[in-house]
């Protein structure tokens, strides 16, 4: 999947949607939720196509 087919699930993030609302005056922490879910977001996009790409790589180096 070309890089390009990810831009539209990264706009599926909201910053703060999820963050405790104790936390929402701290920025570091809605920062931290929010690229903690972009993360999460694009390995479950990428993963379908990678992950029998990547388990071939991965016996071959024994791991």
């Known amino acids: 999947m070309p890089i390009f087919e990810i831009r539209p699930t990264l706009g599926t993030v909201r910053p703060g ?3 405790d609302k104790a936390d929402l005056s701290n920025p570091w922490a809605v920062f931290d939720n929010d690229i903690d879910r972009v ?3 694009c390995v479950n996009t990428l993963t379908p196509e990678w ?3 990547m388990a071939g ?3 071959r180096l024994h791991l």
Request: proline fraction near 0%; charge should be negative.
């Open 17 to 19: 949607e999820t963050v």
């Open 39 to 41: 993360v999460i977001e």
């Open 51 to 53: 992950e029998d790409k």
């Open 57 to 59: 790589r991965l016996r």
